[in-house]
């Protein structure tokens, strides 16, 4: 009977020094896990970035869609264009045209 406990011992430290092991240092030890949750967080805070980038280009299209001044707008910034009656103005910087003559 003594013998029967005492391999019943020794198999259940076995069992645990096993188990023990995998926990620790096994491919799912607790540091692998805590790099999967760190990468799980960084990986969730740009997708809640991607979707407000997502939400403000939503917005822009819906906004281009339906509306003429967003097209006046683009026209005028992105194009330079003006109605015939208008005169178009440009200003020169002074910074750049400084920087010009210097390179030179």
Do not use: C, W
Not at 37 to 56: H, M, S, V, W
Not at 80 to 100: A, D, H, M, R, V
């Amino acid at each position: 009977m003594n013998k029967l406990y005492f391999l019943l011992i020794f198999f259940l430290i076995l069992i645990v020094s096993f188990l023990f092991r995998s926990i620790f240092f096994g491919d799912n030890n607790y540091s692998t896990r805590n790099e999967l949750i760190e990468e799980n967080n960084n990986l969730q805070n740009k997708n809640k970035d991607l979707k407000k980038q997502n939400e403000i280009l939503e917005f822009e299209i819906n906004n281009a869609q339906s509306s003429n001044d967003h097209i006046e707008n683009f026209a005028r910034e992105k194009l330079n264009l003006t109605y015939p009656s208008e005169e178009f103005i440009t200003f020169k910087e002074q910074g750049k045209e400084k920087k010009q003559n210097e390179d030179k």
